[in-house]
């Protein structure tokens, strides 16, 4: 009877990993699929600086507030997505090396919704905005960072 239930936790938990596993490779496809290749743009002097192919913002070690410093790239960002209403706005998200996994990913996705809300601040319809699934960071200091992609 004990053996048959730790049999049933061995595989659910074993179910719960190919899971998790099969959802995070599905997200990278996805990412990946939203990617581009091009050249960032370089501003002139005295001109606000181009949108870039990809934006990113950083937060700070365990917060979700939208940095002070990101209002250049949020600007950017909700000016290109106001401008052309068919196009959207992606919002992809890190998970931070080193933490539990459940709790990286539900942080990631609250610094996602945070830059989510702060272009609907800017006027940006919820409709333009797609908040991509987090993903493994690519490095150690990638893991407090979000990318946003007007596409």
């Given amino acids: 009877m004990v053996e048959e239930e730790e049999v049933r936790v061995a595989l659910g938990t074993v179910a719960l990993a190919v899971l998790l596993t099969l959802a995070l490779v599905l997200g990278l496809a996805v ?5 581009g290749g091009a050249a960032p743009a370089v501003a002139a002097a005295g001109e ?6 990809v934006e990113v913002v950083s937060f700070a070690a365990g917060s ?7 209002q250049d790239v949020l600007a950017r960002v909700a000016d290109a997505a106001r401008a052309e209403p068919a196009r959207r706005v992606y919002i992809g998200s890190t998970l ?3 933490q539990d ?7 990631a ?3 996602a ?4 809300h702060a272009l609907e601040a800017q006027g940006v319809p919820r409709a333009q905005l797609m908040v991509d699934p987090p ?15 007007v596409r």
């Fill in 31 to 35: 990412r990946q699929v939203h990617r």
């Fill in 48 to 53: 606000p600086a181009a949108l870039q192919d």
């Fill in 64 to 70: 979700q507030a939208v940095p002070v410093d990101a």
């Fill in 96 to 98: 931070e090396p080193g």
């Fill in 101 to 107: 996994v459940a709790f990286a990913a539900a942080a």
């Fill in 109 to 111: 996705a609250a610094r």
């Fill in 113 to 116: 919704q945070a830059l989510a």
């Fill in 135 to 149: 993903q493994p960071a690519a490095g150690a200091d990638d893991g407090l960072r979000v990318e946003l992609r």
